[in-house]
């Protein structure tokens, strides 16, 4: 089993700065803690630590994008609570983030469907602007992956 501190020293021994300037052209944030470190290279770090649901709340914790990316593919859908969901999408700040948790780990947990597809999304909350609204950023994050999965509501 791996600690989040031992997971994020791996990801930052992969880290390469050089990269994060040509991350802006491909519209990701950059003002965020980043890194640097590619997809493959996350993936290769996820396939050595394997589904781990506690150390995936503990990675997303930290704030750094790559480790909510990472976060996402080691999570284990089954465990994904309504709350965990509700803090992953106020918590979306750049489309990468997003993307990596809608296809690894929103996409494959039947509580995200559930509440996708019951048609109550939750309420409002304009006080952290738009992220915070439920029902439409759910259906604006996770809308490709239905048409990828012909799923229908």
């Known amino acids: 089993m791996s600690s989040v501190l031992e997971v994020l ?8 700065p050089e990269k994060i300037q040509g991350m802006a052209r491909f519209g990701i944030g950059i003002q965020h803690r980043r890194l640097g470190v590619s997809v493959p290279q996350m993936r290769r770090i996820a396939r050595s630590v394997g589904p781990d649901h506690r150390l995936a709340l503990g990675l997303w914790k ?7 990316m990472l976060a996402a593919i080691i999570d284990e859908p089954a465990k994904l609570t309504d ?21 690894s780990l929103f ?21 952290n ?5 439920s029902l439409p950023a759910w259906r604006v994050a996770i809308r490709r992956w239905m048409m990828l999965v012909s799923f229908a509501c």
């Open 107 to 127: 996409q494959q947990s039947p509580a995200v469907w559930k509440k996708f597809c019951s048609g109550r999304g939750g309420r409002r909350n304009t006080s």
């Open 129 to 133: 602007g738009p992220r915070s609204c």
């Open 83 to 103: 709350d965990q969901m509700e803090r992953c999408v106020a918590d979306f700040d750049s489309w990468d983030v997003c993307d990596q948790v809608c296809g």
């Open 9 to 16: 020293g791996s990801l930052k021994a992969r880290a390469h």
């Open 62 to 68: 930290a704030g750094v994008p790559e480790a909510r």
